[in-house]
C-alpha cells in the first residue's frame, strides 16, 4: 500500500463541479501533485506543488489541500475530462514517491 | 519542445533482462533527474526509481532494491532502465519521466511508455 487513498471511482454531469480526494498522513507535510490519465496514454501532470498549474491545462482544474487531504477540483467538468486522476506524493521519510490508487472519473 | 522518446516493445522470458531506453529532447540533462514509473495492465502507477544525470546518484523504490539499474549517458541525454531476473508480474507499460531538479518532486514531462510483456 502507498499510503495514498482515493476512491476508485466518481462521476460528474457534464458542466458540473467534481472534487477528487487523496487522503494520506505524508500529505501533511509534502506537496501533492496530480495527473490526467486517458486510456492508451502516458499521464498528463495537471497541478503539482502549491496548486500550480502548468502550461496548457484549463483553468477550471485546481488543487487544494487540508491536513492529511488533497484534493483536485474540475469546475465545468467536460466530456474531455474523463479519464483516470492519480495523486502522488512523497512518503512520511521524504522518499520519493508514491502514487494513490487512481480514481475513474466518468462525465455524464 | 520537451520529448522523451522511448525504445520499443519487448517480449521476454521469465528470468530474463529488459533494458528500456529514454531519449530527451528539449530539455537539459542538467536540470533533471529521470525517473521511472511501470504500469501493469489495468492496474495504478508504480514508481520504481529515479537517477540525476549529472551527478550520477540514484535512488530506487524499495520494491525494486537489486533488481533494476538506472543509468544515464548526458552526451546522447539518454537514460536507461535495466529490470533483472524478470517474472510475469513485471508485464507492464514503462514510462520515464522527468523531475525538474531543485524542486517539489513531481513528473513534469513524459515518454509515450514501452510495453514489456514477460511470458514463457
Known amino acids: 500500500s502507498s499510503g495514498l487513498t482515493q476512491d476508485p471511482a466518481v462521476s460528474v454531469a457534464l458542466g458540473q463541479t467534481v472534487r477528487i480526494t487523496c487522503q494520506g498522513d505524508?500529505?501533511?507535510?509534502?506537496?501533492t501533485n496530480w495527473y490526467q490519465q486517458k486510456p492508451g496514454q502516458a499521464p498528463v501532470l495537471v497541478i503539482f506543488?502549491?496548486?500550480d498549474r502548468p502550461s496548457g491545462i484549463p483553468d477550471r482544474f485546481s488543487g487544494s489541500s487540508s491536513e492529511d487531504t488533497a484534493s483536485l477540483t474540475i469546475t465545468g467538468a467536460q466530456a474531455e475530462d474523463e479519464a483516470d486522476y492519480y495523486c502522488?506524493?512523497?512518503?512520511?521519510?521524504?522518499?520519493?514517491?508514491?502514487f494513490g490508487g487512481g480514481t475513474k472519473l466518468t462525465v455524464l | 519542445q520537451v520529448q522523451l522518446v522511448q525504445s520499443g516493445a519487448e517480449v521476454k522470458k521469465p528470468g530474463s533482462s529488459v533494458m528500456v531506453s529514454c531519449k530527451a529532447s528539449?530539455?537539459?540533462?542538467?536540470?533533471?533527474?529521470i525517473n521511472w514509473v511501470r504500469q501493469a495492465p489495468g492496474q495504478g502507477l508504480e514508481y520504481m526509481g529515479g537517477?540525476?544525470?549529472?551527478?550520477?546518484?540514484?535512488d530506487y523504490a524499495q520494491k525494486f532494491q537489486g533488481r533494476v539499474a538506472l543509468t544515464a549517458d548526458g552526451s546522447s541525454s539518454t537514460a536507461y532502465m535495466e529490470l533483472r531476473n524478470l517474472r510475469s508480474e513485471d508485464t507492464a507499460v514503462y514510462y520515464c519521466?522527468?523531475?525538474?531538479?531543485?524542486?517539489?518532486?513531481?513528473?513534469?514531462?513524459w515518454g509515450q511508455g514501452t510495453l514489456v510483456t514477460v511470458s514463457s
Open positions: 519521466a522527468t523531475v525538474p531538479l531543485y524542486s517539489t518532486v513531481y513528473f513534469d514531462y
Open positions: 506543488g502549491k496548486g
Open positions: 502522488n506524493s512523497r512518503d512520511n521519510n521524504g522518499n520519493p514517491v508514491f
Open positions: 505524508s500529505l501533511r507535510n509534502y506537496y
Open positions: 537517477i540525476i544525470p549529472i551527478f550520477g546518484t540514484t
Open positions: 528539449g530539455v537539459s540533462f542538467d536540470s533533471y533527474a
